[in-house]
């Protein structure tokens, strides 16, 4: 019988298996963050155990960064402290960080990626449940515990339970205005937040196909809210011509190598897969969630389902809407576009290129985040910041912001919030605040008009 890609890259990276129980998963890429690894750091070293492999770390800031002043001193206290102890773990340990300030500083999600650090048929590892955004590439990557992350840190090994595999396949042609987090949601709202737990899952379909690099990753980032492990997208020359030529992309002959064996990186024809989902694209419209997770989403033109449930019940109120209405031309004081699903290049590209000539309505706080450095530099280089700052966007600097309210960026209570990032859960986004998860163009819409729009009707 044939192999998943799943399993392939699975296989290759287990070092010894127990008889009818879990294998150790060898590690080639540990991606670390300020909020969960001192815990890990400080139990090595009450044991005395030293960092394994220094090498195959690398360190980032991004959760409680602030997004403005960031050449001043952090105000807050747990932030700056946090910060302070990672440069000091990093700089004890011989580990890479690229901390506040560096050229290359980003959300851990989104700054490997464009460093060329993801790369195909790797396995990856970091204490942040979306790690399964590094899957686009062909990667076995997840989210991790603080004690695994200690684990990982003495040993560059795992023991694990190796996951089912699941495929979900969605073939066709898109319509106007559907993105790849339209994509995602859509898929989410019809299987469940349940749908993959136990699973790792694996996309395919001309859908994903004909994605960017950037769409795969927003793909693939939120495997995690339909319950899965991991999320991953088969290799291709797409992948390839990403990777080709960034910082730690392997160069020169060595690059084509790497490509020869990265080919192989495919689901053969005859394997078999634990679960499979198939969508049709044509049944995809812009979406938007009404509830307090993920999956429960709706398309624009749909109304709230009737349903009698005690929780469904309780989400509602807490979003203050009502079933069977419709969210069109609801009112919205706040849009953010960020966070490690959707603060990329080609999301402010998509933003702006709707953006450019409108003016942003006065109700609206509209804040821009930007991924990492680089795309902040992007962003300024291509124009886009003046398309924004004209229409009275208000762009800040690097970092997770408002996706998770650890920072200063926080949505006031009673307030919604359109947002491109990927929880919806009650406080998410500061205390009292009702997430509605969208995609960059959606969002972009909703700033410009102070209120949700029917995309598709806007679309020339």
Not at 188 to 196: E, H, W
Request: with cysteine; hydrophobic share 35%.
């Amino acid at each position: 019988m044939g192999k998943t890609l799943f399993d392939k890259v699975w296989d290759a990276h287990v070092v010894d298996s127990i008889k009818d129980g879990p294998q150790i998963l060898y590690i080639d890429k540990h991606l670390i963050h300020e909020v969960t690894s001192p815990q890990a750091f400080n139990e090595l070293k009450e044991r005395n155990i030293p960092i394994a492999r220094p090498d195959k770390i690398v360190a980032t800031a991004d959760h409680n960064t602030p997004t403005v002043n960031q050449h001043l001193p952090i105000k807050d206290e747990l932030s700056r402290n946090q910060l302070e102890q990672l440069t000091k773990n990093c700089k004890e340990n011989g580990i890479t960080l690229y901390g506040l300030g560096h050229k290359y500083n980003g959300i851990v999600h989104v700054m490997a990626p464009e460093l060329g650090i993801t790369q195909p048929g790797m396995t990856m590892v970091c204490g942040d449940s979306h790690t399964s955004t590094h899957g686009a590439f062909g990667t076995i990557a997840f989210g991790i515990g603080t004690s695994q992350v200690a684990q990982v840190f003495a040993s560059q090994c795992l023991l694990l339970e190796k996951p089912k595999s699941l495929r979900v396949s969605v073939n066709g042609k898109l319509k106007k205005g559907v993105l790849p987090k339209d994509v995602i949601l859509y898929i989410i709202s019809q299987l469940g937040t349940n749908s993959g737990t136990g699973y790792f899952c694996e996309y395919a379909g001309n859908v994903f196909e004909e994605m960017s690099m950037e769409g795969r990753m927003t793909v693939c980032n939120m495997s995690i809210e339909m319950g899965a492990r991991g999320g991953m997208i088969a290799p291709d020359e797409t992948t390839f011509k990403y990777v080709k030529g960034r910082e730690f992309a392997p160069k020169g002959s060595k690059f084509d190598k790497k490509v020869a064996k990265w080919k192989m990186l495919k689901t053969d024809e005859n394997a078999v897969f634990d679960k499979e989902y198939t969508f049709k694209a044509e049944d995809i419209e812009p979406m938007l969630t009404y509830g307090t997770n993920p999956g429960m989403g709706i398309k624009i033109t749909e109304t709230i389902p009737q349903e009698n449930d005690a929780s469904f019940e309780k989400s509602l109120s807490y979003m203050n809407f009502q079933k069977g209405e419709s969210l069109v031309d609801k009112k919205i004081n706040y849009v953010f576009i960020g966070s490690c699903t959707n603060s990329r290049i080609e999301d402010f590209r998509v933003a702006a290129s709707y953006v450019n000539g409108k003016q942003k309505a006065q109700n609206v706080n509209a804040w821009l985040v930007p991924g990492s450095q680089q795309i902040a530099r992007q962003i300024q280089e291509e124009g886009l910041q003046t398309i924004f700052e004209s229409a009275g966007f208000e762009l800040r600097q690097p970092g997770c912001s408002a996706c998770l309210a650890m920072n200063d960026d926080k949505i006031p209570e009673g307030e919604y919030c359109v947002s491109t990032s990927n929880r919806n859960f009650e406080g998410r986004q500061g205390q009292g605040a009702r997430t509605i998860l969208a995609s960059p163009l959606m969002a972009a819409a909703t700033a410009i008009e102070g209120r949700i729009i029917d995309i598709t009707k806007h679309l020339n």
